[in-house]
């Protein structure tokens, strides 16, 4: 079993839906990286979270270190927002797990 | 610079040789990290640097792998004798502090062992 599990792995979306992205961990962690990554393009790190609820624009991103899950959330998403995001625990000592990414295309 | 930059973007090798990869971490920034996609794999750490000093060498694969860091800035990942399952993207990222900033990724290198 992955430490670290994301659903779905692929999501289409028409655009302006909203979009949830999930993430369970198995592992202790200390905070939690969703990262997104352009086909061809670099990876850009969107969230660092260690509690609660962040946003960032469209953004929304949630942690629950209890349960062990977190989510991320895209609000009137569009076309732009295609790309891999993936979700990052991190242990005690800095090292990032990664899990395997969710592919999100967003037709217009 | 404005940015994690990392040189070259591309490199082809036959195996057996030895290559060398250098990240330029953002001015200022004391934690470096460098990770690896490889196709089907996925992302994985490999090592990071605090200063110059590398606490966890633990996602090093192999001892074919190194790293170093000089005068808190850039540094060198090399890979000796490479095998093809060497071949993957090689990322680097910096933040000012380990741990508890933001990480910002380079555009990485994309090895290929022939």
């Known amino acids: 079993k992955n430490e670290v599990e994301q659903s779905p792995q692929n999501l289409t979306a028409q655009e302006g839906e909203f979009i949830t992205i999930n993430c369970s961990y198995s592992v202790g962690i200390s905070a939690l990286h969703w990262l997104q990554q352009h086909p061809g393009g670099g990876i850009v790190s969107l969230f660092m979270l260690s509690s609660g609820k962040k946003k960032h624009g469209r953004l929304i991103a949630t942690i629950n270190i209890q349960e062990k899950h977190s989510s991320l959330h895209i609000t009137a998403s569009h076309p732009r927002d295609s790309a891999v995001y993936i979700c990052?625990?991190?242990?005690?000592?800095?090292?990032?797990?990664f899990g395997k990414g969710t592919l999100l295309t967003v037709n217009p | 610079g404005a940015g994690v930059s990392q040189s070259p973007s591309n490199k082809v090798t036959e195996k057996g040789k030895d290559v060398e990869l250098r990240c330029d971490p953002i001015s200022g920034h004391t934690a470096l990290y460098w990770y690896r996609q490889s196709l089907g794999q996925g992302l994985e750490f490999l090592i990071y640097f605090q200063g110059n000093s590398a606490p966890d060498k633990s996602g090093l694969p192999s001892d074919r792998f190194s790293a170093e860091r000089t005068g808190g800035s850039v540094s060198t990942l090399t890979i000796q004798r490479t095998q093809q399952e060497d071949s993957a993207v090689y990322l680097c990222?910096?933040?000012?502090?380990?741990?508890?900033?933001?990480?910002?990724f380079g555009p990485g290198t994309r090895l290929t062992v022939l």
């Open positions: 990222a910096s933040s000012f502090l380990a741990g508890v900033d933001t990480q910002y």
């Open positions: 990052a625990p991190r242990g005690s000592n800095y090292k990032l797990t």
